[in-house]
């Protein structure tokens, strides 16, 4: 019977067993199965993540547009999934074979998670919502003469009358965009509610392209409409009152109720600019203003200010200069060109030469603008042979487009227009030397610190110089299909189709010998025939960058004179051709294309200068030994899914530049000693990274590469931090910390190294624990008064950002006793421009003294949990005005204070913000007060404010703060807006 219930007991305990160890095995596929689900569905969800901020990001850019909440919400919840799918990785990795289905309800409900929000993104609307503007100030000159001041007199009086239309006219090269542009700038300066939009028309434009322009610029999507009488009506309903349209450079009538009819619209009104006065009226300007040469003396002076002569000239050479202004007939173009030119010229025989060109008869032309042409001509012809190629090459670019500088440069160094021979950097320098000399003698007008700008009259005189070799016909979609076969001429060296409709080029081969330089840059272009490129044998310089090209013709294998080849931001790209011919080639840009693995014959390329591979999301391996095939290569972009081979880059003897991705520091440390040991220039963007690629987001951010990065993430830095860390002393600015174990109290303590480092001009630090502050009191003290070059490093730093430091108290911690004061005049943080901190919820004080202010122009702090107040003024600070203690922030220009729900004060004393611009105080329910600075004589708010946002529905808040006087509510009244 005992045997029997035995028996009875273990079969059955048998049963449970086997269904137990069946039910784990089920679990353990079923957990594989979700992880491997939940990783490709996070992935795909990630990059449609990346997608959306990259739009939403170039959208912001113009400050015309905000996100949308429920948008931010959700990019937030997916790195925060990201997060959680890493930490479940790690886990997983960690536990034993029977433990790891204990996983399995942790990833089932975080694939529950990701499939809702895919379900959420499917949805949206709209990404971001239309933010109000205003227009932009734009950069201006000197107006030169009395008939364009009396001029923009005049115009001020038509804008205040009933005249809604106003046209500004005169010959090319006189003054009237400098005319408008301070047009613009007054209107934007004197009235709050007008908006003004600017365009550059130009000779080639379509009526979409001007729609398109008013749309941004009010903040209206029209990507769905395509009929131009629907846009305009569309446009019509959404444009407003008091809006006022500059139209630069109209060549023909422009129908502007196809621009929503804006005269239609109260307090509306229209300026343009145009040469010909017909345009003015077939566009029924009210008022007509000429825009006339200068007087005599006025050319002169003009041309006297110009040359920049510090001292007197000679007399028998102002005698000549005089008579070279005479020959500029009054048209300030000619006299501006002509005059940089002759800068620092002191030989007469050199002025009477540039004379006696300029009035040798057989070059006088009947029409005035081919006169102006002849006297820029002769600023050209005194350019030497190289700055004059350069100036040719800008001619290639459409017509008013802002050329960027870096890009320019780029292609100077592909077309071998510097010296070929000289390292990369040298060919950089020269390059930009080469773009100061054509800006400084007038040849190129710079529009900001990144662009220039090629005058209409000097390009069109550019394209004459240029008119049998080059085929030119670019920009603004003026060609839709690529220019019929007898086009393409035998005599023909350049061809630039850039920035145009191209999506095919039909089965043509252009019999073009002599051709060596095609760039169909931008095009929409998918299709190319076999046969192209049969007829090309001389090609040497090929651009199809930010094309929709999948594949390359056959007959690119055969071009063995090719020495550059852009195909960056190919985005659908996949397959190309041998290039095992190529042996000249000197350039390859692969970036951004969909390649899964190298070219074939690539390693044939002996003679590669530059290779770039970055963010070819599907390149999975280079072949071993792949790099060592070219032993000249100055410049190596990779992308960061694939582990650099150290062991090769390190063999690269000519290596200047390198973009990439290695396992650990030490890595880094092999690649950095090794340039040194070589006597190498050094240029590096690296990623320290030891764990599983998943491109989740881009590791470094903005436009600016010319500088040496590092980005250490999810590293270890606890052991072997003197080793290690060796690296810190080599030129680097900008370092970014991410997910690291093992740092202490304070950064400075961490990182020793830091001590001689002189570059550092951007620091951030995001998700690391252990750290609380930047560096102590004792330290910060000691730094000042004793002037320690261990922290030469913080005088450099220009941006700090911090994010989700869970520890982090403070930017400097009070380890005991007080900051002296007053301190020395030369702060640490001397070179700090901006400041961003969020989402560190033990900081409850900001911790910068008073005299670290002194250059901040930008202050972000928000998601910060526990924060209380932000500047702490202490006794023998500041400076009394009457009965009050006045802090001066010169040159703060944006405060941006969002989501601190504990926030109690900016400033316990008032703040003198002379350059303030824009004020965010979202979420900030315990703020009492805005302590601005009012002047008591005139009260008034700073002159440079030009908007205060508060959150949607804080109206009531926003009445309960506390003023000084109850008048500065109501002056600072009109410039709130409330954020949705």
């Keep these: 019977m005992?045997?029997?219930?035995?028996?009875?007991?273990?079969?059955?305990?048998?049963?449970?067993?086997?269904?137990?160890?069946?039910?784990?095995?089920?679990d353990k596929i079923n957990l594989k199965s979700t992880l491997e689900t939940l990783e490709k569905d996070l992935y795909l969800l990630s990059n449609k993540a990346l997608d959306i901020e990259k739009t939403i990001k170039k959208a912001e850019l113009s400050g015309k547009k905000k996100r949308k909440r429920e948008v931010k919400e959700w990019l937030e919840q997916i790195e925060m999934i990201e997060k959680q799918f890493c930490t479940l990785e790690r886990e997983v990795e960690k536990k034993g074979f029977l433990r790891k289905f204990l996983n399995g309800d942790q990833a089932t409900q975080l694939?529950?998670?990701?499939?809702?929000?895919?379900?959420?993104?499917?949805?949206?609307?709209?990404?971001?919502?239309?933010?109000?503007?205003?227009?932009?100030?734009?950069?201006?000159?000197?107006?030169?003469?009395?008939?364009?001041?009396?001029?923009?007199?005049?115009?001020?009086?038509?804008?205040?009358?009933?005249?809604?239309?106003?046209?500004?006219?005169?010959?090319?090269?006189?003054?009237?965009?400098?005319?408008?542009?301070?047009?613009?700038?007054?209107?934007?300066?004197?009235?709050?509610?007008?908006?003004?939009?600017?365009?550059?028309?130009?000779?080639v434009f379509t009526i979409k392209n001007l729609?398109?322009?008013?749309?941004?610029?009010?903040?209206?999507?029209?990507?769905?409409?395509?009929?131009?009488?629907?846009?305009?009506?569309?446009?019509?309903?959404?444009?407003?009152?008091?809006?006022?349209?500059?139209?630069?450079?109209?060549?023909?009538?422009?129908?502007?109720?196809?621009?929503?009819?804006?005269?239609?619209?109260?307090?509306?009104?229209?300026?343009?600019?145009?040469?010909?006065?017909?345009?003015?009226?077939?566009?029924?300007?009210?008022?007509?203003?000429?825009?006339?040469?200068?007087?005599?003396?006025?050319?002169?002076?003009?041309?006297?200010?110009?040359?920049?002569?510090?001292?007197?000239?000679?007399?028998?050479?102002?005698?000549?200069?005089?008579?070279?202004?005479?020959?500029?007939?009054?048209?300030?173009?000619?006299?501006?060109?002509?005059?940089?030119?002759?800068?620092?010229?002191?030989?007469?025989?050199?002025?009477?030469?540039?004379?006696?060109?300029?009035?040798?008869?057989?070059?006088?032309?009947?029409?005035?603008?081919?006169?102006?042409?002849?006297?820029?001509?002769?600023?050209?012809?005194r350019l030497d042979l190289n700055h004059q190629q350069c100036f040719l090459h800008c001619s290639l670019y459409p017509e008013d487009f802002q050329i960027d500088k870096e890009e320019l440069v780029r292609r100077f160094i592909s077309e071998e227009l510097v010296n070929k021979r000289k390292s990369r950097q040298l060919q950089v320098n020269q390059g930009h030397a080469i773009l100061n000399k054509l800006v400084?003698?007038?040849?190129?007008?710079?529009?900001?610190?990144?662009?220039?700008r090629m005058h209409d009259l000097l390009r069109a005189m550019a394209l004459k110089i240029t008119k049998r070799e080059n085929m030119v016909i670019s920009g603004f979609f003026s060609l839709n299909e690529i220019p019929n076969e007898e086009e393409w001429t035998e005599d023909l060296e350049k061809v630039s189709l850039m920035n145009n409709g191209i999506t095919e080029i039909p089965g043509i081969s252009p019999k073009c010998p002599n051709l060596k330089t095609l760039i169909l840059h931008w095009n929409p272009l998918t299709f190319l025939p076999d046969n192209f490129f049969s007829h090309m044998h001389n090609l040497c310089f090929l651009d199809f960058s930010h094309t929709n090209i999948e594949k390359l013709p056959n007959s690119l294998s055969n071009l063995e004179n090719l020495k550059a080849l852009n195909l960056r931001s190919c985005?659908?790209?996949?397959?190309?051709?041998?290039?095992?011919?190529?042996?000249?080639?000197?350039?390859?840009?692969?970036?951004?294309?969909?390649?899964?693995?190298?070219?074939?014959?690539?390693?044939?390329?002996?003679?590669?200068?530059?290779?770039?591979?970055?963010?070819?999301?599907?390149l999975d391996i280079l072949p071993k030994g792949l790099l060592l095939h070219f032993p000249y290569l100055q410049c190596l972009h990779l992308p960061y899914q694939i582990k650099a081979p150290v062991e090769e880059i390190t063999r690269l003897k000519h290596l200047e530049e390198?973009?990439?991705?290695?396992?650990?520091?030490?890595?880094?440390?092999?690649?950095?000693?090794?340039?040194h040991s070589q006597m190498s220039a050094i240029f590096y963007i690296i990623m320290v990274y030891g764990g599983v690629y998943k491109d989740f987001k881009r590791f470094f951010t903005g436009k600016d590469n010319r500088r040496n990065k590092l980005n250490i993430r999810q590293c270890d830095l606890k052991n072997g931090m003197e080793e290690d860390l060796v690296m810190l002393v080599h030129n680097i600015q900008f370092l970014k910390l991410e997910e690291c174990e093992g740092l202490s109290n304070s950064f400075f303590d961490d990182f020793p190294k830091l001590n001689n480092l002189n570059s550092l001009e951007v620091l951030e630090i995001s998700k690391c624990g252990g750290i609380e502050c930047i560096l102590t009191n004792e330290q910060f003290l000691t730094a000042n008064q004793e002037f320690e070059l261990r922290f030469l490093s913080l005088r450099t730093v220009e941006k700090i950002i911090l994010s989700e430091l869970q520890d982090f108290i403070c930017l400097i911690q009070n380890t005991g006793g007080a900051l002296a004061s007053p301190l020395p005049q030369e702060a640490i943080f001397s070179s700090l421009r901006s400041l961003s901190i969020s989402k560190c919820n033990k900081m409850r004080k900001l911790g910068l003294p008073l005299l670290e202010f002194q250059n901040l122009e930008e202050i972000y702090i928000y998601n910060c949990d526990e924060i209380e107040e932000i500047i702490v003024v202490r006794e023998g600070e500041g400076e009394g005005r009457g009965e009050?203690?006045?802090?001066?922030?010169?040159?703060?220009?944006?405060?941006?204070?969002?989501?601190?729900?504990?926030?109690?004060?900016?400033?316990?004393?008032?703040?003198?913000?002379?350059?303030?611009?824009?004020?965010?105080?979202?979420?900030?329910?315990?703020?009492?007060?805005?302590?601005l600075y009012f002047d008591p004589t005139s009260p008034s708010p700073p002159q440079t404010l030009k908007e205060i946002w508060v959150g949607e529905g804080d109206e009531e808040w926003w009445e309960s703060l506390e003023w000084e006087h109850p008048t500065h509510n109501h002056l600072l009244r009109q410039l709130v807006k409330f954020a949705g």
């Design 2 to 26: 005992l045997k029997q219930i035995l028996d009875s007991f273990f079969s059955k305990v048998g049963e449970k067993l086997v269904e137990y160890g069946s039910d784990i095995l089920r």
């Design 111 to 203: 694939s529950t998670n990701v499939n809702k929000l895919v379900e959420q993104s499917q949805h949206f609307d709209e990404l971001v919502y239309a933010s109000e503007t205003r227009g932009e100030s734009l950069l201006t000159t000197n107006l030169f003469g009395r008939g364009i001041k009396e001029n923009l007199e005049r115009i001020e009086k038509f804008l205040e009358s009933d005249k809604s239309s106003i046209g500004i006219y005169g010959m090319g090269g006189v003054g009237k965009t400098a005319l408008a542009k301070h047009i613009n700038n007054i209107i934007l300066e004197k009235s709050q509610e007008k908006r003004v939009c600017w365009i550059m028309v130009s000779q």
């Design 211 to 381: 729609q398109d322009e008013i749309a941004h610029f009010i903040g209206l999507d029209l990507s769905d409409e395509y009929n131009e009488d629907k846009r305009a009506a569309r446009l019509h309903r959404a444009i407003g009152n008091n809006f006022i349209l500059i139209l630069d450079d109209v060549w023909e009538n422009v129908c502007l109720e196809k621009l929503g009819d804006p005269l239609r619209l109260e307090g509306c009104r229209l300026i343009l600019t145009t040469r010909s006065f017909e345009v003015c009226c077939r566009m029924g300007c009210q008022a007509k203003v000429e825009v006339k040469k200068l007087h005599m003396d006025e050319a002169w002076n003009l041309f006297k200010q110009i040359l920049e002569q510090d001292s007197a000239l000679a007399p028998e050479i102002e005698e000549t200069a005089k008579n070279m202004a005479k020959v500029c007939d009054g048209l300030p173009l000619g006299i501006i060109v002509l005059a940089g030119s002759m800068r620092g010229e002191t030989s007469i025989h050199v002025w009477l030469n540039e004379l006696e060109k300029l009035r040798d008869p057989n070059m006088v032309q009947d029409d005035k603008e081919d006169e102006v042409s002849r006297i820029l001509k002769c600023s050209y012809d």
């Design 440 to 452: 400084n003698v007038c040849l190129l007008e710079s529009v900001d610190e990144d662009c220039v």
């Design 571 to 618: 985005e659908q790209l996949v397959d190309i051709p041998n290039l095992r011919k190529l042996k000249k080639l000197r350039e390859l840009d692969l970036s951004r294309t969909a390649i899964k693995k190298v070219p074939q014959g690539m390693e044939e390329l002996d003679n590669l200068r530059c290779l770039s591979m970055s963010a070819t999301k599907f």
């Design 658 to 675: 390198f973009w990439g991705r290695v396992k650990n520091v030490s890595g880094f440390n092999e690649y950095i000693r090794s340039r």
């Design 884 to 931: 009050r203690c006045v802090i001066s922030l010169p040159k703060l220009k944006e405060l941006y204070l969002i989501d601190l729900p504990r926030l109690k004060s900016i400033c316990n004393t008032t703040m003198f913000c002379s350059s303030i611009k824009t004020i965010q105080l979202i979420k900030c329910q315990e703020l009492e007060k805005l302590p």
